[in-house]
């Protein structure tokens, strides 16, 4: 038989196994096609941006909380649909967009506030930051001249407590305990033993009470007398309130004594006053506080006099007109504007 007619079986295996490789590549490249279309279609893209004041200065570009932000999709023959949001204290807002919704496909947003001018957008779905900046229903104009000047509204302070901790130290505890124990018995497996196993050892324990409201700070556990190298502390442990002390020693030698010594402080709790100085710029008046803070108040001088004025839930103030938002931190964001007959140095 010719060689070329043997190896023809051979060559007809071959070309069936490269067919059937090449059929199961292209169903693999055809199935993976297909989901990574099915996950683009499926996976919702989110918008993100955020809103300020509009103004040229751009230190008076202040974030605009509680705007309500609408998405708008699709279209009247294709099924309209509306997602919302509003902006938070910082003027963040995040639209999650309905699934199969792609980018550069249209989509309308809507931006409303009572104290602005509506806004409308045309855009396209991107992965861009939004940026918004929406003009005040009242711009800010200069004081006008009259018979009666504008009240100054100076040297403005933020007065406000938080709780606080504080130690002091009013004494020590000083005690001693002994561990009777006989030298050189062998241990003969019954414990307690030497740390090596060969000698009887006795434990002796004891316990030390600082008192309701104090607590042990430094403490110290010392072989004073006997054959101390014989001898170790086993354990000191503290209560979770810092009270009660147990001391637990072992003694494998002749009889031992150990001392303990420790500070004993007292805990208080106080208000501690702090202060905190606004940023204005114009007629905007902007400071934080941390979600700790207790019995805010606002203190400056009105026209020279010096008044206080406590910042209740209402945020009522004679002068300006408030309002508080929380940011991501927990911190909360008080916003002021000046009202009419008032104005900053």
Known sequence: MHPALADL???????????????????????????????????????????????????KQLPVSDVEVTAITGSPLTGRK???????????????????????????????????HPLDLNEFVS??????????????????LSDHPAIVVANVRVRYSEKTTTTGAIGSAVKTFQIVNLGNV???????????GRWKATTGKT?????????FRNVRVTCIAGPCPFASVESQDLSRDGRVLDITARDWSDTVTFVVEAEVVHRMVSDLIRNS?????????????????????????????????PLGPQ?????????????KESNRVYRCELKAGYRFP
């Open 186 to 196: 062998p241990c003969q497996g019954e414990r307690p033993c030497s740390p090596d």
């Open 9 to 59: 079986p051979q060559m007809r295996t071959r070309i069936i196994k490269i067919a059937v490789w090449t059929v199961v590549v292209l169903a693999g490249i055809g199935t993976t096609i297909a989901i990574v279309k099915y996950v683009r279609k499926t996976r919702r893209i989110t918008l993100q941006g955020a809103v300020v004041r509009k103004n040229s200065d751009p230190n």
């Open 127 to 144: 992965d861009k930051l939004y940026i918004i900046r929406m003009e005040p229903t009242i711009t800010e104009k200069p004081q006008a």
């Open 82 to 116: 509306t997602i919302t949001a509003k902006t938070d204290a910082s003027g963040s807002f995040t639209l999650m967009l309905p699934r199969g919704l792609r980018r550069r496909q249209p989509v309308t947003l809507n931006f409303r506030h009572p104290d602005y």
């Open 207 to 215: 316990s030390l009470d600082a008192g309701d409201g104090n607590e």
């Open 315 to 327: 945020l009522f103030l004679s002068w300006a007109q408030c309002t508080l938002g929380m940011s």
């Open 277 to 309: 100085y606004p940023v204005i710029f114009g007629r905007s008046l902007t400071f934080s506080l941390p979600a700790s803070a207790e019995g805010p108040s606002i203190e400056a001088e009105i026209n020279g006099q010096p008044v206080v004025f």
